[in-house]
């Protein structure tokens, strides 16, 4: 009996030494919660609502607080764009992934 008792304690602790060591190395991955979710509203709101960057397709996403933008925009639109979401509530940081695209209209001929 003395001997179950002693297996069972030390497999106990190697099971708990295990898991900590896998949560130290950050083996956990992270998911998007309901913060998030509200983030990635309140950004696409506020980007819509902007006369610049209403006019383009911004892609947003949100990890724990941490946005990222993405999308082809013009630069001006661009800058207007990550200042919109680094001031959305909620907002811990901005990665920036989106390309530049010139200012250009489809009335507008190009010459050849």
Known sequence: MNRWISGVW??????????MAGCATG????????DDDAIVVAVRERL?????????????SSVRGFVTLSGAVPIEARARALSIARGTEGVRAVEDRMSDR?????LTPTRN
């Open 10 to 19: 030390l497999g106990s602790a190697a099971l708990m030494l295990s898991v």
């Open 27 to 34: 083996n956990i991955q992270p998911t998007a919660g309901t």
């Open 48 to 60: 819509a609502a902007d006369p610049i960057t209403q006019r383009y397709s911004i892609g947003v």
């Open 102 to 106: 010139p200012w250009s209209s489809t």
